[in-house]
C-alpha cells in the first residue's frame, strides 16, 4: 500500500514558479515510478511528467516541456514538481500518483495510487 500526499499548490501570476511536493509512505522494499497528472474543471484528467524509479528518466508532456522539471528523493520518499514560467492554462488540481512498475506511463489508468490533489491557479 502507497499513500501519497501532495502540497506546494497556491495561487500565482503568469510567469512565476510553484514547487510541488509529494511524499510517499512506502514500503522501501518497493520500486515504483512516479507521475504528476492534472484536471482542470470540465477536462479529462492528463499526463503532466513522470520519473523512473532510479530517477534517470523524465517524461514530459508537450505542453509543460521546457518549463517543468520532475525529479525524486528516493531517500525522502518525496517526488517534485518545479514548475516555472507558469500560464493561466497549467490552472488545474494536480495529482501525484505510483506505479508499481520501473516506468511511467502516460497513462492514468496504469497508476495503481492518487494522492489527494493540491490547486494550482494562475492569474493573467
Known amino acids: 500500500q502507497v499513500q501519497l500526499v501532495e502540497s506546494g499548490g497556491g495561487l500565482v501570476q503568469a510567469g512565476g514558479s510553484l514547487r510541488l511536493s509529494c511524499v510517499a509512505s512506502v514500503r522501501t522494499s518497493v520500486s515504483y515510478a512516479l507521475g504528476w497528472f492534472r484536471q482542470a474543471p470540465g477536462k479529462e484528467r492528463e499526463f503532466v511528467a513522470g520519473?523512473?524509479?532510479?530517477?534517470?528518466?523524465?517524461y514530459y508532456a508537450d505542453s509543460v516541456k521546457g518549463r517543468f522539471t520532475i525529479s525524486r528523493d528516493n531517500a525522502k520518499n518525496t517526488a517534485y514538481l518545479q514548475m516555472d514560467n507558469l500560464k493561466p492554462e497549467d490552472t488545474a488540481v494536480y495529482f501525484c500518483?505510483?506505479?508499481?512498475?520501473?516506468?511511467?506511463?502516460?497513462?492514468?489508468?496504469?497508476?495503481?495510487?492518487w494522492g489527494q490533489g493540491t490547486q494550482v491557479t494562475v492569474s493573467s
Open positions: 500518483a505510483a506505479a508499481t512498475r520501473p516506468f511511467p506511463t502516460s497513462r492514468a489508468n496504469d497508476y495503481d495510487y
Open positions: 520519473i523512473t524509479w532510479g530517477g534517470g528518466r523524465t
